[in-house]
Structure formats: C-alpha cells, structure tokens
C-alpha cells in the first residue's frame, strides 16, 4: 500500500499545486461529473478485460480504475487511511 500512499499524495498535490500539461489537472478542472465518468468507463473496461482479454489486460484496466477512484478520493478529501480503517473494520466482523 505504500506506492498507492505515495500515488495519493502526488494526486492530492496536483489538486492543490496545478501543472499545465497534467492530466490529473484536467481532470479536477473538468469536475467531478467528468471524474466519475471516468470512474464508469474504466469499471466496464474492468469487466471486458475478465472476460477474456488475459492477465495483463486486467492489470492495465483494474490500475486505470484505481487511479481514477484516487483521484475521486482527493476530490473529496478522502484519505486511504479512511478507506483502510473502513477495510479492517469489515474483516473484523
């Protein structure tokens, strides 16, 4: 989970420090509507590569999916420990 730690904090500084030329800068100007937008491509992508399209696909399409839901994340100011603490809170049960 370190990289993703690491991953989330050059999100979250692109959301607060914009660069011209950033994707993740377009995407937080482009607004949340596009943000989820991206969310729902990427999931369906997911589906498509399980389906048959092999293990690397699914690597590719499942990272895409998880960078778009980070950078939802940080649009929100929610924190991977959040989501972590939620996780464990879960498997305790």
Known sequence: MQFLDQ???VIEDRRDNPR???YTCY???SGEDEILKKIGEEAVEVILA???QGHQR???EVS???YHVLVLLS???VNLDEIEEELRRRHGK
């Open 20 to 22: 011209e030329g950033s």
């Open 75 to 77: 649009l929100k100011r």
């Open 27 to 29: 995407l937080f100007a």
């Open 58 to 60: 699914i690597v590719e």
């Open 7 to 9: 991953l989330s904090k």
């Open 64 to 66: 895409d999916l998880l």
């Open 50 to 52: 399980a389906k048959g």
